[in-house]
DNA sequence: CAAATTTGAAAGTAATACTATGATAACATA
DNA sequence: TATGTTATCATAGTATTACTTTCAAATTTG
């Protein structure tokens, strides 16, 4: 059996649907990896058009502008991570042990198992750890989330809240605390890297176990009953 | 008596110290405020020269460029909020009083008492919270923390470690969870005004005390013996 | 095969992020 | 008060970015 299953962003994303022809795709693969490899701000359309033997102008008839394009990419991740949890998720029906999938995902980088997408997920988790604040920290913020743009992000951590909700009903800031989440998932492994100081995971245990054991205490802690 | 303090960020973010001159006064204030309306991306020194009726030119001669603007202003905001916690917690004993004020401190927008600096604080907060992850989500993290940039940030995030360690020295998380509870303190009300969806704060509650009520919460259950 | 669509190639525009230079104003010192 | 120093202004200039336009060639589709 061969599960083929396709990510789609939102259409309203691009101009016209770059999973439809090979040049479509080699902007979203190429892309992945050149924003990974010089991250946003250097990031261009010209740069991503000689390195895809393209030009500037064929980009810009699949997405208006690089900003659209990093929203693209940060779709297809959340809803990834979604379609992963939904997976993961279905035959459990222990809230706490939910809970632990859900945090071993958020923070345990994604599995290649199934891929025929050809994206380099790696790269892609890369992108979403040190640019996704970009995606919403903007004055545009507003018109993009009233396009419903920001969706599977929300999505998904209604999806968290829920079983946070389940694991605690009474607990009062599921939201919030699923928000916190997903942000310290991203945060925490770039400060380990980069900032060190503002973590306790030394030198050798440079690995997302590390932080999946923080926000395990964290979370079961905040909705201890 | 009148107490006067004064905020002095890093002086190698400034190519001259601004403070030292009529101009530099003005580049400093007249930018809080413009960077706080046109948002980071938007705003330029192009702009910013105009405003203060002045050139490009001459604003190039205290900074480098608009990032080191923000890393100023930022520096400045942290090394405020440390003092402001330093005074505030001077003559307290219970670590449990000292974390509720330290978020106050945090969430709570910095008072103007005893202001003489003419620097607008609402608008300063209002660029932590808009900007701040754009200071080191950068390919230049690296570089920047080399010159000792974030030492005020990371000053910080050990003073708050270090009570948390105080009111339980067995938990095993302090800098995590300070690093945490910083940024949160700054995504959870931004998403409470842009996107709601992302926490449990109601339109009529948009304040900062339900910010704190969450991270109060948050923080004690993590820190709990 | 013809028509429609996509892509490539080239050029152009306005704004950004700077750098350089010479003149003038302010200011400090002798 | 004169003189040297430094800060600021005014202007101009460069390379790059973030696009837009146009037209021809290639490709796809009906």
Chains 1, 2 share one sequence.
């Not at 701000?41 to 390195?51: G, H």
């Not at 998904?156 to 800031?173: Q, R």
Request: proline share 4%.
């Amino acid at each position: 059996m061969n599960l083929q299953i396709s990510i789609q962003p939102n259409l309203k994303l691009a101009l016209r649907d770059p999973e439809a022809s090979t040049l479509g795709r080699k902007i979203i693969r190429e892309g992945i990896v050149l924003m990974c490899n010089l991250g946003y701000e250097q990031f261009t359309f010209k740069k991503l058009a000689e390195s895809i033997d393209s030009t500037e102008a064929s980009i810009y008839r699949y997405f208006e502008n690089k900003h659209r394009l990093l929203l693209y990419f940060l779709t297809w991740y959340w809803n990834y991570v979604e379609y992963q949890c939904t997976v993961s998720l279905h035959n459990l029906n222990d809230p706490e042990i939910k809970i632990r999938k859900i945090i071993e995902i958020l923070t345990g980088g994604l599995p290649n198992w199934a891929d025929t997408t050809g994206i380099d997920k790696s790269a892609l988790q890369d992108i979403v750890i040190a640019e996704s604040s970009k995606a919403y920290l903007t004055k545009e913020v507003d018109a993009i989330n009233s396009q419903q743009l920001f969706k599977p992000y929300k999505d998904l951590c209604h999806h968290i809240a829920t079983v946070f909700a389940e694991y605690n009903p009474a607990y009062p800031y599921p939201h919030s605390l699923a928000s916190t989440l997903m942000e310290a998932a991203q945060f925490q492994p770039y400060f380990m890297e980069h900032l060190p100081a503002l973590t306790d995971f030394k030198g050798e245990q440079r690995n997302k176990t590390a932080v999946a054991g923080y926000l395990e205490n964290l979370v079961f802690a905040a909705l201890r009953k």
